[in-house]
Nanobody, 120 residues
């Protein structure tokens, strides 16, 4: 079984920074892609950033220039550096991993979520 565990959430003031981390453990040979998603109260879950193989990185327009996603394949971890945080960034942040389960199979795993609150 594959599990994702997040850390780094918390309370920060507007303009501050946080770094979220997510570690995958279990039966893992490789990870196709990582994603960070967030869900604010009363809102749908949305993609924040995604990183695949090589230099394939995608950011939501709302976080471009402020957030940076990175991965460490040796450690099976993904990070999200969040700078210049705004109250609108307040949400539960989830990490997601796509990985092979076998020939032709793909697993879609999610972390438990970590709360990020941006408030004065």
């Amino acid at each position: 079984q594959v599990q994702l565990v997040e850390s780094g959430g918390g309370l920060v003031q507007p303009g501050g920074s946080l770094r979220l981390s997510c570690a995958a453990s279990g039966s893992i040979f490789s990870i196709y892609a990582w994603g960070w998603y967030r869900q604010a109260p009363g809102k749908q879950r949305e993609l924040v950033a995604m990183i695949g193989s090589g230099e394939n990185i995608v950011y939501a327009d709302s976080v471009k220039g402020r957030f940076t996603i990175s991965r460490d394949n040796a450690k099976n971890t993904v990070d999200l550096q969040m700078n210049s945080l705004k109250p609108e960034d307040t949400a539960v942040y989830y990490c997601n991993a796509l990985l092979p389960l076998g020939p032709g199979g793909v697993g879609d795993y999610w972390g438990q979520g970590t709360q990020v609150t941006v408030s004065s």
